[in-house]
């Protein structure tokens, strides 16, 4: 398996976990965890475009809050989940480019 198969399999489990974690939490969870490991991720990410690509460029590093009011943590949860998805369908389609 190659890194990018590998980071799109750790973005998709990131997505459940945060699902999982918003569902039981019911505004007791922190978004640091979240933020974090979205931010290690997107740096990987980085790795596999050798400067060229500029849609990769549309991608900025997470603020790193934890909001204490419940509809703010959704709100950044959110946004968490709109950049994931949006770097799973960066992946996947330059994924199959390279095939």
């Known amino acids: 398996m190659d890194l990018r198969e590998s980071l799109i399999r750790m973005l998709k489990q990131l997505l459940t976990d945060m699902q999982v974690l918003q569902q039981q939490g019911a505004g007791y969870y ?35 809050e934890d909001p204490k009011d419940p509809g703010d943590k959704m709100k950044v949860t959110q946004g968490i989940r709109i ?3 949006q ?13």
Do not use: V, W
């Open 83 to 85: 950049e994931i998805g």
């Open 87 to 99: 770097l799973i369908s960066l992946l996947e389609s330059t994924q199959e480019e390279t095939k």
């Open 30 to 64: 922190s978004c640091i965890p979240m933020l974090r490991r979205y931010n290690k991720l997107l740096a990987q990410a980085r790795g596999l475009f050798s400067g060229n690509e500029s849609l990769m460029g549309t991608f900025d590093d997470l603020a790193e």
